[in-house]
């Protein structure tokens, strides 16, 4: 997938987790926790592998490049 970012014009090629976290959550607002309920659904998962942490690096690498951002819940 590649991503363009209006305010920086600059654009991204993402792949893997990056993609998937991109593409639930345009359709609707996520937490860090449905996002790792919806990626064990779909993807497997070595035993060993801490997926909440790396769903929160790439969340975070994704905030850093302006590409997602946090939606404001409502109160």
Do not use: N
Request: proline letters at 5%; one cysteine or more; aromatic letters at 6%.
């Amino acid at each position: 997938m590649t991503v363009y970012v209006g305010f920086s014009g600059t654009a991204h090629v993402l792949q893997g987790l990056a993609c998937f976290l991109i593409e639930i959550c345009s359709v609707a607002p996520q937490t860090l926790s449905q996002m790792t309920e919806q990626a064990l659904a779909t993807f497997e998962v070595e035993a060993d592998l801490d997926l909440g942490s790396a769903i929160d690096l790439a969340v975070q690498q994704l905030r850093d490049l302006g590409i997602l951002m946090p939606c404001p819940q409502p109160s």
